[in-house]
Nanobody, 122 residues
Framework: QVQLVESGGGLVQPGGSLRLSCAAS??????????MSWYRQAPGKERELVAT????????NYADSVKGRFTISTDYAKDTVYLRMNSLKADDTAVYYC?????????????WGQGTQVTVSS
């Protein structure tokens, strides 16, 4: 089991910055075994992938819409993944979700946090 708790959302003006945190409580494997991702879902839209970091702090990938503005990182001492968001735009307004994913030949381990609201508005 993995429990994920996001924090750091809020209201910010366009051009501002926020840092989201996702603290993991892991009882299956270790935190470093999981691919960690941030997704977001805006009202009336489907959930979309924002950023991913491979297990053990490997390769990162970003949605085109956030490249150069957002940075995903992990702190394995704290079992926490972060999303640093700079130059925020109104289009970044959404609920942001943390995801932990790993798999074995026998099964998939796929966990979600409860989400944190980010609102970009003047």
């Amino acid at each position: 089991q993995v429990q994920l708790v996001e924090s750091g959302g809020g209201l910010v003006q366009p051009g501002g910055s926020l840092r989201l945190s996702c603290a993991a409580s892991v009882s299956v494997f270790t935190f470093s075994k999981y691919r960690m991702s941030w997704y977001r879902q805006a009202p009336g839209k489907e959930r979309e992938l924002v950023a991913t970091i491979a297990n053990a702090g490997g390769r990162t990938n970003y949605a085109d819409s956030v490249k150069g503005r957002f940075t995903i990182s992990t702190d394995y001492a704290k079992d926490t993944v972060y999303l640093r968001m700079n130059s925020l735009k109104a289009d970044d307004t959404a609920v942001y979700y943390c995801n932990a994913f790993t798999s074995t030949p026998q099964r998939v381990y796929d966990y979600w946090g409860q989400g944190t609201q980010v609102t970009v508005s003047s």
